[in-house]
């Protein structure tokens, strides 16, 4: 099944799947963190093998990197940060004029699961997520959030959509620095969309001297799709022992996005007097 934010039934959806069915639900799991938690009682109610499409975590970009995590070649993770500065043609995707929460909630809830797929969930977070002049029409397109890691791992998302400069200067990259190496995946996708550019990944290993570009085959689109895909179907079947954007998993990554909206609603501390 597939769903979008505009709609408000998934969970009669839901209920209408044979129990024990597979599902592949499209992100995001809900419109907030009520509609998720009803998703959940009812795959649990249905026993539903039922996983998430947050794909990004799947893309042969993120793969490698996390590859080279996992063989230590950058050491611990020590900094994490998303930085977006580009244009968006958000007039590609109307539906998203009827909603009241926009960039967070279809945008960088994909950076925020890949953030948890590495570093696990965050202790808390500051946020703030606002829309711009130039599309007053749609609910935010800029975003800034740092994810509380403790005292040794600074994470933050830095997110603009309405860059109007020309190429110059556009920006859309993940940088991952450990204490020892470091990789910059650059995520073409997003620049002139939906043409794009290609995907890149750069490797800075422990004991270098300088970056190294890897070559690989693939994109965000689609093959990041086919992770999620191939690892439901693979779990189904018995094949893979986990499913990593199970439902279960992806309810953390709602809580993460409900956090950052709690936070920009609060707002900011005032200067003391």
């Not at 969970?11 to 998703?39: H, N, R, W, Y």
Request: charged share 20%; hydrophobic share 35%; with cysteine.
């Amino acid at each position: 099944m597939t769903w979008l934010p505009t709609i408000s039934n998934t969970g009669e959806i839901l209920k209408k799947i044979p129990v024990g069915s597979t599902v592949l639900i499209q992100k995001p799991m809900g419109e907030d963190f009520k509609d998720a938690k009803g998703i959940r009682s009812i795959c649990r109610r249905r026993k539903l093998k039922a996983a998430v499409n947050f794909q990004l975590r799947f893309s042969p970009m993120m793969m490698i990197v996390q590859d080279c995590i996992e063989q230590n070649v950058i050491g611990d993770i020590s900094d994490f940060e998303v930085h977006l500065n580009l244009l968006t043609p958000w007039e590609l995707f109307p539906f998203l004029k009827k909603m009241s929460r926009v960039e967070i909630a279809v945008h960088s809830i994909h950076y925020l699961d890949l953030i948890r797929s590495f570093l696990g969930n965050p202790s808390g977070v500051w946020a703030q997520t606002l829309g711009h002049p130039s599309s007053k029409e749609f609910g935010q397109t800029r975003t800034t959030a740092i994810l509380n890691y403790g005292p040794d791992i600074r994470c933050s998302l830095s997110i603009n959509h309405n860059y109007r400069k020309g190429p110059n200067f556009q920006s859309a990259q993940i940088r991952i620095d450990g204490i020892e190496g470091a990789a910059l995946i650059k995520l073409g996708l997003l620049l002139d969309y939906p043409k794009g550019e290609p995907d890149e990944v750069w490797i800075y290993p422990k004991g270098g001297s300088d970056w190294n570009k890897i070559d690989f085959e693939g994109g965000w689109f689609p093959d990041a799709f086919i992770g999620t895909m191939s690892n439901l179907q693979r779990f189904s079947s018995g094949e893979d022992k986990i499913l990593y954007t199970s439902v279960e998993d992806a309810f953390h990554t709602m809580s993460l996005v409900e956090s950052c909206y709690i936070s920009s609603k609060k707002g900011d501390t005032a200067l003391p007097k």
